[in-house]
């Protein structure tokens, strides 16, 4: 539609000898943006377990029309192939 978007990432994580790492987004019309700050949203680490569930179910139940959201995993053992590359990615 053209809209300008904004898009939050966040990552969990603890490197490829200790498991995946998780990656969250959500995105949304940057018009909203008054309007997201509102809900609070922060790094996930700056939150406790509670308030991440009640602003998971927030954007289910009451933003699911303006807000979109996804989550990547990367398994430890695709990090670790990917760290022993020739031609490394960053």
Not at 28 to 41: A, S
């Amino acid at each position: 539609n053209n809209v300008e978007c904004s898009l939050g990432i966040d990552e969990a994580g603890r490197g490829p000898v200790l498991g995946p790492m998780i990656f969250g987004m959500a995105f949304w019309p940057t018009e909203m943006g008054k309007d997201i700050e509102k809900h609070g949203f922060d790094d996930s680490k700056a939150l406790k377990e509670e308030e991440r569930d009640r602003m998971h179910e927030d954007i289910v139940t009451n933003l699911s029309d303006r807000v979109g959201h996804g989550i990547c995993i990367l398994s430890a053992e695709h990090i670790s192939c990917q760290m022993t590359r020739r031609s490394p990615v960053s």
